[in-house]
């Protein structure tokens, strides 16, 4: 179990014109899938709009998922069940630290994040309380909290990014253990503070043991160099535009990056580790609600809209590029369907709090 306060990393931000009107877009396209739906009646699945809003509430939702997936689902919940969702944004890691200082007076009922470690977390302190259990049955099991304190909601899966003007697809390393090695000096781009990253470190740990993946950090800390970047945005940046050869980064920020910059000024692509590798990972985006809530029945409303076919739907046309944890629903992006990964076995119990990763993050000097 973790002790102490997790260490926090800054909460990754696009910026720029671009992103600006990505964003925007994105928004207004939610707006009309979400009236689409409910003219369809889909919305139903969770209730009309019209029992929602005759007993109509608040509930206060940390997110430390990106603001346009949180936004959209937010939008269109608000719109089904007439709850207002008040939503603050910031680093998951940080939201798990600030819950368990705010245990005397809290202020969350619902807690979003990225990975699942802050929510795993969270439920070794006693924090969480059991999600209805219609809502875990909408996920497949292993994706949710193994006591039933946390829903899966979407998925990622840890890629390489590359320049093959830099570095060829047959240069790149197959498996995690080799991008400690020495001939990818000044090659390699890693975010050590990225929540996202904490799983790999996890996955290497419980495959190989702490000493294995304490000499491992420390290998691609030296050959990273300058290259260990604040977040996985800046990683695909920096690949794109030819200043480092490949870095590690969860599959969906490059097709953020293609969606946001278009093809023709997309110089990078994307390649997995060797199937079932330690560094081949799929990351769970999963929701909380907080025992402390005194909107409980509004906050189970909500975790059930996200697993719902609609929320699903919703992760599944957005620009998040998250993969929908709904067997029946596809994503609209052009990548390899969430079937037919082959990731590591790792489980979500394996990946635990993140206290290993942590522990050994720092150890390396790389927190």
């Given amino acids: 179990m973790m002790t102490g306060n997790r260490p926090a990393a800054p909460r990754p931000v696009r910026r720029g014109a671009a992103a600006v009107a990505l964003f925007a877009a994105a928004l207004f396209a939610a707006a009309l899938l979400a009236a689409a739906l409910l003219a369809a009646g889909l919305l139903a699945a969770c209730g009309s709009a019209s029992d929602g809003a005759s007993g109509a509430g608040s509930i206060t939702l940390y997110s430390g998922q990106h603001e346009q997936t949180t936004q959209e689902l937010v939008n269109a919940f608000e719109q089904q069940t007439g709850i207002h969702v008040n939503v603050r944004y910031n680093d998951e890691d940080s939201f798990a630290n600030e819950i368990v200082t705010e245990e005397s007076h809290p202020i969350a009922d619902v807690f979003y994040t990225e990975n699942s470690p802050p929510l795993e977390y969270l439920q070794e302190k006693g924090l969480l309380a059991p999600v209805d259990a219609a809502t875990l049955g909408k996920t497949p099991a292993k994706y949710n909290s193994p006591d039933g304190a946390w829903v899966g909601v979407s998925a990622r899966v840890s890629v390489l990014i590359y320049n093959p003007s830099l570095i060829s697809a047959a240069?790149?390393?197959?498996?995690?253990?080799?991008?400690?090695?020495?001939?990818?000096?000044?090659?390699?781009?890693?975010?050590?503070?990225?929540?996202?990253?904490?799983?790999?470190?996890?996955?290497?740990?419980?495959?190989?043991?702490?000493?294995?993946?304490?000499?491992?950090?420390?290998?691609?800390?030296?050959?990273?160099?300058?290259?260990?970047?604040?977040?996985?945005?800046?990683?695909?940046?920096?690949?794109?535009?030819?200043?480092?050869?490949?870095?590690?980064?969860?599959?969906?920020?490059?097709?953020?990056?293609?969606?946001?910059?278009?093809?023709?000024?997309?110089?990078?692509k994307i390649a997995y580790f060797a199937p079932h590798d330690p560094g081949y990972v799929v990351d769970v985006s999963g929701a909380g609600i907080l025992k402390s809530s005194t909107h409980q029945a509004d906050a189970q409303k909500f975790l059930a809209f996200l697993v719902s076919k609609p929320g699903q739907e919703i992760i599944a046309h957005s620009i998040s590029y998250e993969y929908p944890l709904d067997d029946g629903v596809q994503t609209t992006a052009p990548q390899t369907p969430f079937s037919q990964l082959q990731p590591n076995s790792i489980t979500i119990a394996d990946l635990g709090d993140g206290s290993t990763a942590i522990s050994l993050l720092q150890k390396a000097g790389l927190l």
């Fill in 171 to 268: 240069q790149l390393p197959t498996s995690v253990l080799q991008l400690a090695n020495p001939k990818y000096k000044g090659k390699l781009a890693f975010a050590a503070g990225e929540t996202d990253f904490q799983p790999v470190v996890t996955s290497v740990a419980r495959t190989y043991g702490d000493a294995e993946a304490t000499s491992w950090l420390n290998g691609i800390k030296a050959n990273a160099g300058s290259h260990v970047y604040p977040d996985n945005e800046t990683i695909a940046d920096e690949v794109n535009r030819g200043a480092v050869a490949f870095g590690v980064v969860n599959q969906y920020y490059w097709y953020r990056m293609e969606a946001e910059l278009g093809a023709s000024s997309v110089h990078s």
